[in-house]
């Protein structure tokens, strides 16, 4: 005689993690019912704001769903993987929130040195660094400029330039902080 199923609720993590795979919608509501409230909390405790843990929150499971393959389960558990992504983003929302208070600071000062501004003048100096950073990027050898232009003009973590690349992660670290060091050194006057 066969067993009857076994209900949703009653799934182990990996069972629940096998059906999100199969995008099956019941089993994501399972385990967000089952981890939602801890992925929550954590979210609210780095970021002490109820907006913004609701969101990180929604987006830590919406990634699970839609990048299944993101979790390993032989490297953990999946409340773990759910905790380091939920630090994770909410890290990146402190990150980026500090950013705009920056943008908005910089701005407030920008503000009130405004009836000063003169945008023919403003526009020359951007002229003249860019000039000069053009110019020491040029004092680079290729594979150190081509190596930060990949990290900033492209957005790639050093690990993804190895991987690119073909070349051991160590090397890429200490030829982009030499590399920056040389640029420091031609651009110290503007700095």
């Known amino acids: 005689?066969?067993?009857?199923?076994?209900a949703p609720e009653q799934l182990t993590d990996l069972e629940l993690f096998l059906a999100i795979q199969a995008q099956q919608?019941?089993?994501l509501d399972v385990l967000y019912d089952r981890y939602g409230k801890l992925v929550y909390s954590l979210a609210f405790r780095i970021l002490n704001n109820i907006e913004e843990a609701e969101e990180v929150t929604q987006e830590t499971f919406l990634r699970l769903w839609q990048r299944s393959n993101l979790y390993q389960p032989n490297r953990g558990s999946l409340s773990g993987f759910l905790i380091t992504m939920t630090r994770s983003r909410s890290l990146d929302r402190l990150r980026s929130r500090s950013a705009a208070q920056a943008k908005i600071q910089r701005f407030g000062i920008f503000s009130q040195g405004?009836?000063?501004y003169n945008p023919a003048l403003e526009f020359a100096m951007v002229q003249e660094r860019s000039h000069r950073v053009h110019k020491a990027l040029q004092q680079l050898s290729s594979a150190d400029r081509q190596l930060l232009e990949t990290a900033y003009y492209e957005g790639l973590s050093q690990s993804e330039i190895a991987k690119r690349h073909g070349i051991p992660l160590g090397t890429v670290k200490s030829c982009a902080r030499q590399a920056l060091k040389k640029l420091r050194a031609e651009l110290a006057p503007l700095i």
Do not use: C
């Not at 005689?1 to 076994?6: A, K, L, N, V, Y």
């Open 1 to 6: 005689m066969d067993s009857p199923p076994t």
């Open 25 to 27: 919608v019941k089993a």
């Open 114 to 116: 405004a009836s000063d």
